[in-house]
């Protein structure tokens, strides 16, 4: 259901052509209100597409109406041309509609550099329109998929008896995934009754430790987009952080569907930092482990190569001390006191299963931070040598 | 003859046993002076092997008799023991040759966290000691050999017929090659009579600008040293500036042969970036290219894919404007002002040779840097994940 989970939403996802391959590439998600409230975070990189650079304008007043969503092209580096089919995307859809463009949020995703077809992707809104549906949300999360393998979407209720509320979101990821934002495509809805600024602190807060934590491969995209509607359908105002704990619980929910169909993974790597002097510490470490390709290509080998470990965190600023580190994977202490210890045996280490494991304890602090990886394979070089993204 | 081609040094290279492999393992270079004037630089990471901590200690004072240098294990993150073998391993070979161990400067490369054999180490630094020879320049740059396919020696000659001097160099590299050092031992030498300060400017200058801009693969080794001593057997003192140069060519020359036998790389990249308002733009510019693993698969796929540098080019903090960025791949224009103007056809970009160019204009001042680095291909995740390092 994901983003129609919550009352007050109709979405749809319909073929458009503009994939070579024939699948689903146009996806519209409807806010019918009463409520019309929005809040989004997009892409820190200063190379930003069209769709990008427009959907910021289109929030910036706290209100949006819809998003029209497609993927098989990013609309991104092609110019004023590409930037008048973003602009003509979002008219087209407040025609239909009634209302304005300025209410209606673009994303798009796929090759850079291209131009859209803009007919196609008319007639491809033109038809999402006439699909609109208040259970469109799995068609609509299908349509964004890109070389994702699964189609993502996420469900939270909230309230009780008297009152419930709902938050549902969808999701793309696989490849460009990183800092500030990974490449992704994000909408979350609720029918809960909130402000503008509720939803921006409730938003802000919950990316900060879910999307901006998942580094797959440390290249920050040019498109990502998460965008929070509210449609206040539900009647109910939750105490704001109450709201927040839903967005945060379906924000974490949809990150870790992104992390585990990252392009080309073997190994999902969840990096725990304890120990740190500050979060921020905890975050540097855990990202330059992260980043390590010698890392994470010792991880696809089944290696549980601590060494590459220790390598990484000492390219960081954070407070510590060589000697004090611990490194365990998989529950196994590999390195004890940065090796001034004798560690337990690598051969203990079992790297069997997808998930792996790393907690490295700085003993500086008490502060402590996850990021989640992936390993470095044949199939993520494959994958993106051989498709043009 | 690398080290030994200049005057006053004698080196050697022999099979100690420490390479399951069997081939040579260790290395020895001695100045006979009548100088003995040093000066290194080591890896900025923070995590150092005991031979870095070492060998900081004994250069210190601007003085080195010899550098002991092994492949086979890089004597990291081992605790005291380690330390100890660096240790016994100077004070060894001040022993056998007659001097101070606090002379003698140690290198180590190869798996990090696993103890170095003492004995072997110690019976082979007694067989260096007895073949040491004056040609023996290339003996010792095939025992520093890791992953590297082949030996990389340089030679420089300086001043006239009235009075000639030489610089020669010797280098290790393949893997773990990036900033602020690659993963790389080098000693160079020269025979130019030269005080301490003078090898240190010299030094410095030329690693910023050759060794510190290869990055290869984004990840900063534990183990880096680079290591200049003059001899003063030539009996000429150069200008500081020719020796700079001199030094600067031996660096530049080896640079390249790091980089063109990087582990598993199918291409050399070699980025320029031109229009930055400054060097350090420029360089971090090109380094964030260069670190894009997106873009250097792409680039093994033979994808002239001008987006994913754009894409990381936005990822610094270097002053541009998206639509002012023009960017050529193989001299061909392939992005015109940031994709604002039509760039030439990606079909007209010739990538078939192993070589390179990525042209980078900002379109935002007069400075210029060049990064160096490699493709990301099967062979990299190959070599780094079934061999541990």
Redesign the interface.
Known sequence: MSVTAAAGFRAAGVTAGLKPSGKPDVALVVNDGPLHTAAAVFTT????ANPVLWSERTVADGKLEAVVLNSGG?N?????E?FQTTHASAELVAELLGGGAIDVAVCSTG???TLLDRPLLEDGIRAAVGELAADGGSAAATAIMTTDTRRKEAVVHGGDADGGWTVGGMAKGA??LAPGLATMLVVITTDAVAERDTLDAALRQATRTTFDRLDT??????NDTVILMASGASGVEPDSAELAAAVQQACADLTRQLWTDAEGAHHDIEITVAGAESEEDAVAVGRAVA????FK??V??D?P????V???????DAV?E?DR?DIAINGVTV?RS??????DPAENVDMSARHVAVEIDLGAGAATATVLTSD???D???E???Y??
């Open positions: 990189n200063r190379c930003k990013a991104c580096y092609n110019g004023p590409g090759l850079i550099g490849g460009m491969d440390g290249c920050m995209s040019t980043r390590s390709n010698l290509a010792a696809f080998g290696d190569n601590w060494g590459r220790l390598a990484a965190v000492g390219t960081t510590f060589p580190i390195c940065g090796g001034t210890k004798a560690g470095l394979t044949h993520y070089v494959h993106n040598s051989a043009s993204t």
